[in-house]
């Protein structure tokens, strides 16, 4: 990895050489940490240890820290400053809180990302606009506690859910932070990882997931789960007739909420005395006819996607919490839609995301997603898919990078 990043300050150092931007920028640099080094001994100390680092290295410092500059990607920043003990010197920690420490950083940096595994320990991530042409892997800690096929559950806040295929084992993993949480669950068996719920992320103390799970003996029952991370795992049951579709609970409001396969909505807050539950009606469209079925949270209201089978359409609704009925929605303006087996919206940062439902598929190298502007499926390549070479990542999910 150093050679590596070596190299690239080499050619970055010839580059702005002929074109005569490092000399300038280099200039203010040095001028810069002189003023600084005389404003207190403790920045004199510091200089010290910087020239003590800059020996490890023939490259002068203030290259090093032009080139760190010109870093626009948030993980090339940070995998540029692991490199070694020099580079950790010229380029400083983010401070995460700082609006002008995070303006060096480009809008690719704090887009939704979808993230797949199809490598023991190795997560590849993929821009939904970029698609597999703007990718990077990140490895799962070395020597910790793994089990060979986890799946990847769900996302909530930057972290993932990883499931063995026994489905006792879990762990809480946050590939941007390189953190861990092991056994969140106890080792409790979860049976049906596809309609498994978070309501926050899993470091805050209000953390609850909710499992519906099928009765084995009468299948038009729903069994639900209620999770807890507090003080072990603690398990709640109770047995409705309703059938459930694999997709996630949302939890919105306080309350979480899904879909049956009838098209009902389960409307169920939990606590660790009792599961309150009400049904209503869902929106009035053919389920008959649709295979796919996602709720989603967007600008504080719930959403209902509907996708016709064979990519002949999707349908959008919002419920209306006064009356509990739903309404069709015709734009979603400057938000997008990331649905899968974790669903969440996003307001779009990039020009051109707006107005759009990404999918986790893909055809050839890009990802899929459904316009509302068109009402037609696309990939920011291709007109229009032909959806018989769309492929999906079963393991996978959209997740929120969390970079703090």
């Known amino acids: 990895m150093f050679l590596t990043y070596i190299h690239i300050c080499v050619s970055v150092y010839m580059f702005c050489r002929m074109t005569g931007t490092l000399k300038e920028e280099t200039g203010k640099a040095r001028r810069n940490r002189e003023k600084e080094s005389k404003s207190s001994k403790k920045k004199v100390h510091s200089k010290d240890a910087r020239d003590k680092a800059h020996d490890e290295s023939a490259l002068p410092l203030d290259v090093i820290e032009v080139i760190a500059k010109r870093l626009s990607n948030v993980v090339d920043y940070l995998h540029f400053r692991a490199a070694n003990k020099l580079l950790r010197v010229a380029a400083p920690p983010i401070q995460w809180r700082s609006s002008s420490s995070m303006s060096q950083f480009d809008d690719l940096s704090m887009s939704p990302?979808?993230?797949?595994s199809i490598k023991d320990k190795v997560f590849t991530f993929v821009h939904p606009k970029h698609g597999l042409e703007y990718k990077y892997t990140i490895n799962y800690p070395q020597s910790?506690?793994?089990?060979?096929?986890s799946q990847i559950c769900c996302s909530k806040d930057g972290w993932i859910l990883l499931m063995a295929p026994n489905k006792r084992f879990q762990v809480f993993f946050n590939p941007f932070t390189k953190e861990l949480l092991p056994h969140p669950f106890a080792n409790k068996e979860i049976m049906n990882i596809k309609c498994f719920g978070m309501s926050h992320s899993p470091t805050s103390s209000e953390f609850m997931a909710i499992e519906l799970d099928m009765d084995e003996t009468f299948q038009h029952m729903a069994v639900i789960k209620v999770h807890w991370l507090l003080n072990g795992a603690v398990i709640l049951y109770d047995c409705r007739e309703f059938p459930v579709y694999n997709i996630s609970p949302v939890f919105h409001n306080g309350l979480f909420y899904c879909l049956?396969?009838?098209?009902?909505?389960g409307v169920f807050k939990a606590t660790r005395e009792k599961i309150n539950w009400?049904?209503?009606e869902g929106p009035q469209a053919p389920y008959n006819k649709h295979f796919n079925n996602f709720l989603v949270e967007c600008n504080g209201n719930l959403l209902a996607v509907l996708e016709s089978s064979f990519g002949k359409g999707v349908r959008v609704f919002k419920l209306n919490e006064s009356t509990m009925t739903w309404m069709n929605v015709e734009s979603l303006q400057n938000h997008m839609l990331f649905v899968g087996n974790r669903s969440f919206s996003a307001v779009a940062n990039i020009p051109g995301m707006e107005n759009k439902i990404y999918f986790p598929r893909f055809y050839r190298q890009s990802v899929v997603f459904y316009s509302l502007d068109t009402n037609n499926y696309h990939t920011f390549k291709n007109d229009v898919v032909n959806f018989r070479h769309v492929k999906e990542h079963l393991n996978g999910c959209w997740i929120q990078p969390r970079w703090q």
């Open 260 to 265: 049956s396969m009838k098209g009902n909505l």
């Open 278 to 280: 009400k049904e209503i």
């Open 113 to 116: 990302l979808f993230v797949f």
């Open 144 to 149: 910790k506690l793994w089990n060979l096929n």
